[in-house]
């Protein structure tokens, strides 16, 4: 039954429906090359640190915050993650910063997770190994959309002959305004 939860953590960082935390993965990649996965990888685990968190507190029921407030500021976190790359360009930004404010996205977007997983957990006795199957299945999701956008990113600017700097730009536009029309969409909620 624990291999079910490490699956049903898998497919809900991949599923296609649920694409706001995808866009928020695809916003930490796009600063960094396939040369750069040490840094890459510290600020994945980062988010992995805030989310794993917000994860357990949440789904324990030790914090509750409304559901469609979560649902507005997680992409509202996409939306200045990619404000913040346009901002930076092709600079590095300050990496304790970028490491900080997305360890706080994490918190974030762990919150929204844990609305999914409650749901699932109904039947179990125990949390503790489902909450970390459904984990470990969240974070196997992650790294496979590193490895796709490091890819995409190498793809782009040896084959496409993109230069870094419009990388940045047309991936953090790109992601910035989904963020912006997913905000305008769940906005209204939170004030229901």
Same mark, same amino acid.
């Given at each position: ?11 809900? %960082? ?15 990649? &796009? ?33 509750? &915050? ?13 939306? %200045?993650?990619?404000?913040?790359? &346009? ?12 490491? %900080? ?92």
């Amino acid at each position: 039954m624990l291999i079910e939860y490490l699956k049903l953590g898998l497919e809900h %960082i991949l599923d296609p429906n649920g694409y706001d935390h995808i866009l928020f993965i695809l916003t930490l990649c &796009v600063m960094y090359t396939h040369r750069e996965c040490k840094p890459l990888l510290i600020l994945v685990t980062a988010f992995t640190v805030g989310h794993s968190i917000t994860l357990a507190l949440a789904t324990m029921r030790w914090v509750t &915050v409304s559901t469609p407030l979560i649902e507005a500021l997680i992409p509202l976190t996409i939306l %200045i993650s990619s404000v913040f790359n &346009v901002a930076t360009g092709e600079h590095k930004p300050n990496l304790r910063v970028q490491y %900080i404010l997305t360890a706080v996205f994490g918190l974030i977007h762990g919150l929204g997770f844990s609305n999914f997983l409650r749901s699932m957990l109904g039947r179990e006795e125990s949390l503790f190994a489902p909450l970390l199957f459904f984990n470990v299945g969240l974070e196997v999701g992650q790294l496979a959309v590193v490895l796709f956008a490091l890819l995409a990113q190498w793809t782009a600017t040896t084959y496409g002959k993109l230069s870094r700097k419009t990388w940045i730009l047309v991936i953090s536009f790109l992601t910035g305004s989904v963020a912006i029309r997913l905000l305008l969409e769940r906005l209204p909620a939170v004030f229901e």
